[in-house]
T-cell receptor
């Protein structure tokens, strides 16, 4: 069945460092791809999404490109801030269900 | 963000208790979801409702019983739970069930079963 694999955390970076969180998927068809973020004590919120191959989603300085040839949707940010500390989830839409990765905890140190 | 609200935020219950979780969405959406979030595991979809009709039940034990009286409200009734049911229960809603739809989440109910 469809699945999502993302890099294990925690990922610890210093402020202003470059961030990459890897996400790869297996799916039949052409699913939409999502990154959600969960801040401490809160529910998940959409960070960005892409609905077809080569689309780039972007929000709050984060970007991810839907790469069909490598079945990937890696999350990147050029300069992270302490406020970016959270858990990041990659997901794909299979029929009407979201299939989730296990989440990657990001810790940014001042 | 108050689009999706959940009550209570925290709940402690014994294995013989009966309790209910409530979710309300103020976004005019037609689909609602219950998820279970356990430590170190991917989110698990439990139930999906579209226009108040259940469209998915992912092999959830019968001790969890959902109810969707209208498109704005979703309940999860709990009875005779087990300690392994302790988790964060998240409610979400979306405009429809299309593949590109964004799901909007509530803050969750942190459940502890003793």
């Amino acid at each position: 069945g469809d699945s999502v694999t993302q890099m294990e955390g925690p990922v610890t970076l210093s402020e202003e460092a470059f961030l990459t969180i890897n996400c790869t998927y297996t799916a039949t068809g052409y699913p939409s791809l999502f990154w959600y973020v969960q801040y401490p004590g809160e529910g998940l919120q959409l960070l960005l999404k892409a609905t077809k191959a080569d689309d780039k989603g972007s929000n709050k300085g984060f970007e991810a490109t839907y790469r069909k040839e490598t079945t990937s949707f890696h999350l990147e940010k050029g300069s992270v801030q302490v406020s970016d500390s959270a858990v990041y989830f990659c997901a794909l839409n299979s029929n009407y269900q979201l299939i989730w990765g296990a989440g990657t905890k990001l810790i940014i140190k001042p | 963000e108050t689009g999706v609200t959940q009550t209570p935020r925290h709940l402690v219950m014994g294995m013989t208790n009966k309790k209910s979780l409530k979710c309300e969405q103020h976004l005019g959406h037609n689909a609602m979801y219950w998820y279970k979030q356990s430590a170190k595991k991917p989110l698990e979809l439990m139930f999906v409702y579209s226009l108040e009709e259940r469209v998915e039940n992912n092999s959830v034990p019968s001790r969890f019983s959902p109810e969707c009286p209208n498109s704005s409200h979703l309940f999860l009734h709990l009875h005779t739970l087990q300690p392994e049911d302790s988790a964060l229960y998240l409610c979400a809603s979306s405009q429809g069930l299309a593949g590109s739809e964004t799901q909007y989440f509530g803050p969750g109910t942190r459940l502890l079963v003793l």
